[in-house]
């Protein structure tokens, strides 16, 4: 707005722009400081999930492990077990950020699928460790794409904010000031004038 000429009109309009601008940074404010509450109780969640993933698989690997030893292989009942598509991903809004909600259709543990005969118990077990494993990575996914999500929209928000603080309004308070003083000047040339040519009637 720097060319503008220092009219009346345009010095209401800067002002309210000015002002439009303040709200603008304000609100932007606000959302960077709910979004990063909201990161922030993420990341701890996350971090606890990790640790929780690490020792399920852990424990997953060494009973399939047993299982392996004890039936000399179960390649073929991997290949066999059914593929599970009951996964399904639903978004939730937080101050316009869409993060993602996964769920999916807990399995019946008391009907496995595939048959006793020249199965071991521990495949059982390794299939319910590993069961356990698909319910937390699921928790996991959900949570890192909310984390990358959240913080690429506090990232967003903080330039506007700047922009808005740094660019936007002090540019606008010198239209507003560069304005203000030669209207003010305006009307002190136009009161001496005045003044001249009063005295001059006289």
């Known amino acids: 707005m720097g060319n503008l000429p220092p009219t009346k009109g345009n010095l209401i309009a800067a002002k309210r722009s000015k002002k439009l601008a303040e709200n603008g940074f304000e609100l932007m404010d606000k959302k960077r400081n709910i979004l990063i509450r909201e990161l922030m109780g993420l990341i701890d969640r996350a971090a606890e999930l990790q640790e929780r993933i690490d020792k399920t698989f852990s424990e997953a690997y060494s009973s399939l492990k047993r299982a392996n030893i004890s039936m000399g292989g179960c390649e073929d009942i991997a290949r066999s077990t059914a593929l599970d598509t009951s996964v399904r991903v639903r978004y ?14 807990p399995a019946d543990m008391s009907v496995l699928p595939y048959s006793f005969i020249g199965t071991t118990p521990a495949l059982d077990d390794a299939y319910k460790k590993f069961n356990s494993v698909k319910e937390l990575c699921l928790e996991l996914a959900e949570l890192e794409n909310s984390i990358y999500r959240l913080a690429y929209s506090i990232e967003k928000a903080q330039k506007r904010a700047n922009a808005l603080n740094n660019i936007v309004i002090p540019g606008l308070e010198a239209d507003v000031a560069r304005m203000t003083d030669a209207l003010e000047e305006k009307d002190r040339e136009e009161f001496v004038r005045l003044k001249v040519i009063k005295a001059q009637k006289k």
Do not use: C, F, H
Not at 94 to 100: I, K, Q
């Open 92 to 105: 939730r809004s937080v101050m316009g950020v869409e993060l993602p909600s996964v769920s999916a259709t």
